[in-house]
Structure formats: structure tokens, C-alpha cells
């Protein structure tokens, strides 16, 4: 059973455009929720985090909104930039460090 | 800060064989994970170490995987023997603290191909 749902699988948007990346989950346990940008050949790496007491969380141009009672989050990039073209992964962890991922969304920025 | 160390890169190896990938992780962090990423797939845990002792490992195939935490330190993660289905990058992240708000810091991985 997939706890943490991500969609969509890809996205393409325009330099200068905002990309929307959604995220559910299932498990209320979750107490944190992460997001990781990955480039090939690299490792995940976080990039923005949001705690289940906070409705948005902003950081340069990253946004993270959150609806606890839906259960559901997203992530918002702002002013796109080709820089951006990655795939982005949500994740939602437990208090004891456990994280489960969603299957990824590959962002695809065109100049 | 040095980064989380993982070797090798790469490894090809034939089904039935056996193989060993090596993490070191950011110094001082306590906690130690092993990921298996398959292609076009988020990253799933496999094992959880909290300095030198296991936290979990549910999702660890134990009729073929195993993995080691020495001294709190540097981690080993095993496969033997290895089937088709286990192709896939095997990331190695350490934080902190096992808490949930302890950033996750991920190595590079290794891409193990099964042939």
C-alpha cells in the first residue's frame, strides 16, 4: 500500500512559470514533510520542510502548502528557471526518522 | 562538511552472485539509512541504524540482504545472492538524530545492474 501519492509523474512549464507538485498521504503518524530535489546521478537533497502545525512555509522561491485535514501538501516554484529541471520527490517521516517517498515528478523547465 | 561517502559507483554483476556496497556517513550523525531507489520510483528504506543498532528493518529482504553498522561508524549493506529485480541505486543517508525533524543527508549511491 502507497502511504505518500505524488502527482503529477511530469510536469513542463516555461522559464518563468510556477510548477505545482502535489503530494497525499494516508498515515496520520506523519509528523513532517520534506521535500528532495534530485539531480541525475546524484542523491536526494532537501530541499524545503513543513511541520503538520504550519499552513505554508516559504523559502526564496520555494512554497510548501499544507492541508492537514485533507491530508495533503504541494510544493510551489516560483519564477521557474531552467536550473530548476529536476526530479522532486515529497516525502512524510515519522517522529522516529522513518520517511517514506512518493514516486517522484521529473520537472522539465524550458527556456 | 564532508559528505556522505558511498562506494562503488557503479557494479554489474550476474544473478546469483553476490555484492557489497560501503556508505560512510556525515560525521557525528547517529543515525544511518539504506535506501533502495528503483528506476523511476521514490526511494524506499530498507534499514534503519540508530549509532550501531538496528531501529528497522521491516523492509529488508532478509533471505538475501544484510547490513552492518561497525563501531557506529561506516556501514556495509550485502546482497547475496542477488536476483533481476534487486537492479536498482542503493542510496545510503545519515542524520543527526533519529528524530523526524533531523535533516536526511544522502550520498550519491550505487547503481547495482543485475544481468
Known amino acids: 500500500q502507497q502511504q505518500v501519492k505524488q502527482s503529477p509523474q511530469s510536469l513542463i512549464v516555461q522559464k518563468g512559470g510556477i510548477s505545482i507538485i502535489n503530494c497525499a498521504y494516508e498515515?496520520?503518524?506523519?509528523?513532517?514533510f520534506p521535500w528532495y530535489q534530485q539531480f541525475p546521478g546524484k542523491g536526494p537533497a532537501l530541499l524545503i520542510a513543513i511541520r503538520p502545525d504550519v499552513s505554508e512555509k516559504k523559502e526564496g522561491r520555494f512554497t510548501i502548502s499544507f492541508n492537514k485535514s485533507a491530508k495533503q501538501f504541494s510544493l510551489h516554484i516560483m519564477d521557474s528557471q531552467p536550473g530548476d529541471s529536476a526530479t522532486y520527490f515529497c516525502a512524510a517521516r515519522t517522529n522516529a526518522g522513518k520517511s517514506t517517498f512518493g514516486d517522484g515528478t521529473t520537472l522539465t523547465v524550458k527556456p | 562538511e564532508a559528505g556522505v561517502a558511498q562506494s562503488p559507483r557503479y557494479k554489474i554483476i550476474e544473478k546469483r552472485q553476490s555484492v557489497a556496497f560501503w556508505c560512510n556517513p556525515i560525521?557525528?550523525?547517529?543515525?544511518l539509512y539504506w535506501y533502495q531507489q528503483i528506476l523511476g520510483q521514490g526511494p524506499k528504506l530498507l534499514i534503519q541504524f540508530q549509532n550501531n543498532g538496528v531501529v528497522d528493518d521491516s523492509q529488508l529482504p532478509k533471505d538475501r540482504f544484510s547490513a552492518e553498522r561497525l563501531k557506529g561508524v561506516d556501514s556495509t549493506l550485502k546482497i547475496q545472492p542477488a536476483k533481476l529485480e534487486d537492479s536498482a541505486v542503493y542510496l545510503c543517508?545519515?542524520?543527526?538524530?533519529?528524530?523526524?525533524?533531523?535533516?536526511?543527508?544522502f550520498g550519491n549511491g550505487t547503481r547495482l545492474t543485475v544481468t
Open positions: 543517508a545519515s542524520s543527526p538524530s533519529g528524530q523526524g525533524s533531523s535533516p536526511l543527508h
Open positions: 560525521s557525528g550523525h547517529a543515525t
Open positions: 498515515n496520520t503518524a506523519f509528523d513532517y
